[in-house]
């Protein structure tokens, strides 16, 4: 089981560091992505770090601007987000692959959701 957290309120420009504990499981053996929900849209993919050698992806509306890594130690993959923007306002969510098929951020391919966090970007 995964959970969310770190969320909050911050302002545009600023930036964010959320993190997804891991619990029943190490990070490290799955593909593990982060997801956010905004009202009335649905669940996209942003950010995903394969198992093993924890390479990342990263779908276009966030390259550059969000980053995903992990901490096996920690047992904890995190999403450090920066120049955020109101829209970037959503609850957020992190969750594993279930499927097999690897970083591709359907968002039916993943499973093991956690209550997510709600950030909002706002002036």
């Known amino acids: 089981q995964l959970q969310a957290s770190g969320g909050g309120l911050v302002q545009p420009g600023e930036s964010l560091r959320l993190s997804c504990a891991a619990s029943?499981?190490?990070?490290?053996?799955?593909?593990i992505a982060w997801f956010r929900q905004a009202p009335g849209k649905e669940r996209e993919g942003l950010a995903c770090i394969t198992s093993g050698d924890g390479s990342s992806h990263y779908v276009l509306s966030v390259k550059g601007r969000f980053t995903i890594s992990r901490d096996n130690v920690k047992n904890t993959v995190y999403l450090q987000m920066n120049s955020l923007t109101p829209d970037d306002t959503a609850v957020y969510f992190c969750?594993?692959?279930?499927?097999?098929?690897?970083?591709?951020?359907?968002?039916?391919?993943?499973?093991?959701w956690g209550q997510g966090t709600q950030v909002t970007v706002s002036s």
């Open positions: 029943g499981g190490t990070v490290d053996n799955y593909d």
């Open positions: 969750a594993t692959e279930k499927q097999g098929l690897g970083c591709l951020m359907v968002p039916t391919f993943f499973g093991s």
